[in-house]
Nanobody, 120 residues
Framework: VQLQASGGGLVQPGGSLRLSCFGS????????IGWFRQAPGKGREVVSC????????HYADSVKGRFTISRDTAKNTVHLQMNSLEPEDTAVYYC??????????????WGQGTQVTVSS
């Protein structure tokens, strides 16, 4: 059972990226799923999470209004749309099962991360 993050890359400030989290051996519609990030020299922090119903979400204050979490149950994938990216968003992004919002604490194994670099 693994959640695999992808979609990272290099983007200029103000740009956008969409990350994807694919559930391998896990159906995303039955679990709360969250996005986390770890910037160089810092601890891992929660970015956003969505509950199993898909109706309730939570966002870190630093990304509210810029990031949107969503899911595509047909593709067993949870997305993180990131707009108006800032250099401070540079980090490795991970997805994992979580407790439901607003808690969003990790409740499963880490999958592979994806690097997001925001730089001109």
């Amino acid at each position: 059972v693994q959640l695999q993050a992808s979609g990272g890359g290099l983007v200029q400030p103000g740009g956008s990226l969409r990350l994807s989290c694919f559930g391998s051996g896990l159906s995303v519609e039955y679990w709360s799923i969250g996005w986390f990030r770890q910037a160089p020299g810092k601890g891992r922090e929660v970015v956003s999470c969505m509950d199993a119903s898909g109706r309730f979400t939570h966002y870190a204050d630093s990304v509210k209004g810029r990031f949107t979490i969503s899911r595509d149950t047909a593709k067993n994938t949870v997305h993180l749309q990131m707009n108006s990216l800032e250099p401070e968003d540079t980090a490795v992004y991970y997805c994992a099962r979580t407790k439901p919002p607003p808690y969003c604490t990790r409740d499963g194994d880490w999958g592979q991360g994806t690097q997001v670099t925001v730089s001109s």
